[in-house]
């Protein structure tokens, strides 16, 4: 029989107070409750399609419009949302630790910058961020909280599934302002069948390495390469604790596994 993992508080906070490196990874279940839906839910659609449906840049050259009108609806409710309990105890954590010159890195899947917002300073976004823009002539990627981000999107991205399309022009999309440029933007973010940023994996690579303890938070983990993550650190002998509202096929590779929403179980567990 597979050794089944730990739910023993006491337990983990021994682990956890002996730590001088975590590296926390984060998915969208640490801001499910932000008020942002979650990729694989029933909630996860925006009209009639799923997520794999529109974050592919088959998608975005097909209809770019259609991409942009669901990166108006996420960027309107990211920009809105506030950052739950979960991620102020990890940025409070990480402040906490610094002090006595232990680290905390937070690897995160989510494009919100809702860990920015609560106050961690070392963040990998892995997955980039929808406050990012690329330029698909020059590559130029610049910052962006702008909403709207261009006129024509402006009250655009309604999730209703009956609503009529806005099929706005591509020149009337947003455009880059580099000097004689003017070409397409895209969000800066790594949609399905794009490879992740090298400096941004490399980086991640090293604090897998580093890591004296992983937390798992809030992730199906179906998504590749972050599905590695965790199981790279358990590999090596590293504890993992998982932190989900239910129990996955890979929890039982980690050391520990808390049950419930992350903004009840981690304030708890980091305090
Ligand atoms: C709670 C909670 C609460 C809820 N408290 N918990 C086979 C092997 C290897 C690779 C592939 C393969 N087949 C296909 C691939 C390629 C593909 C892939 O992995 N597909 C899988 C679906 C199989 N991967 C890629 O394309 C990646 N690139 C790549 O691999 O390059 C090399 C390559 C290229 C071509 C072919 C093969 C290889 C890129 C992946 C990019 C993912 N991008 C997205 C969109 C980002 C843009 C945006 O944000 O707009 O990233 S997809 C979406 O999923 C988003 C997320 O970051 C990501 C992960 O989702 P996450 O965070 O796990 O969310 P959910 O909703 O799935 O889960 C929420 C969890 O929280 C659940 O477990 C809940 O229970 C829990 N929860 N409430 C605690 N309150
Ligand atoms: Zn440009």
């Known amino acids: 029989v597979e050794p089944q993992p730990k739910s023993d508080l006491a337990e983990f906070r021994d682990v956890f ?19 942002l839906p979650t990729f694989r839910a029933a909630s996860g659609h925006w009209r009639k399609w799923k997520t794999q449906d529109l974050a592919t840049p088959q998608a975005f050259s097909r209809n770019s419009s259609r991409v942009w009108e669901f990166y108006q609806y996420w960027r309107e409710l990211a920009l809105k949302a506030k950052p739950s309990a979960a991620h102020v105890a990890i940025a409070e954590c990480e402040a906490r630790l610094r002090q006595q010159g232990r680290t905390v890195v937070v690897i995160t899947q989510n494009t919100d910058e809702l860990h920015r917002q609560a106050g961690s300073k070392h963040i990998l976004e892995v997955h980039g961020s929808v406050f990012r823009t690329r330029c698909l002539s020059c590559g130029d990627v610049d910052v962006n909280h702008h909403s709207p981000i261009c ?11 009956n609503c009529i399309e806005a099929d706005i022009p591509v020149e009337h999309l947003p455009r880059c302002d580099e000097r004689g440029c003017d070409g397409l933007l895209r969000p800066d973010v790594i949609w399905f069948g794009e490879t992740l940023d090298s400096h941004v994996l490399t980086k991640v690579e090293k ?6 303890l992983c937390l798992l938070v809030g992730t199906a983990s ?11 650190v358990a590999s090596r ?7 989900n509202i239910r129990p996955r096929p890979s929890t039982s590779r980690f050391t520990f596994y808390f049950q419930g929403p992350c903004a009840e179980t981690i304030p708890i567990a980091l305090s």
């Not at 490196?21 to 998915?27: E, F, Q």
């Not at 179906?222 to 790279?232: G, H």
């Not at 002998?237 to 932190?243: I, Q, R, T």
């Open 17 to 35: 107070s002996k730590a001088k490196h975590i590296a926390i990874i984060t998915g969208a279940g640490v801001s499910a409750e932000s008020g």
């Open 151 to 161: 006129a024509a999107l402006q009250g655009k991205g309604d999730p209703d599934p």
């Open 207 to 212: 604090e897998l390495d580093a890591c004296d």
């Open 222 to 232: 179906v998504v590749f390469p972050a599905a590695m993550f965790a199981p790279q």
């Open 237 to 243: 002998g590293v504890p993992v604790a998982e932190f």
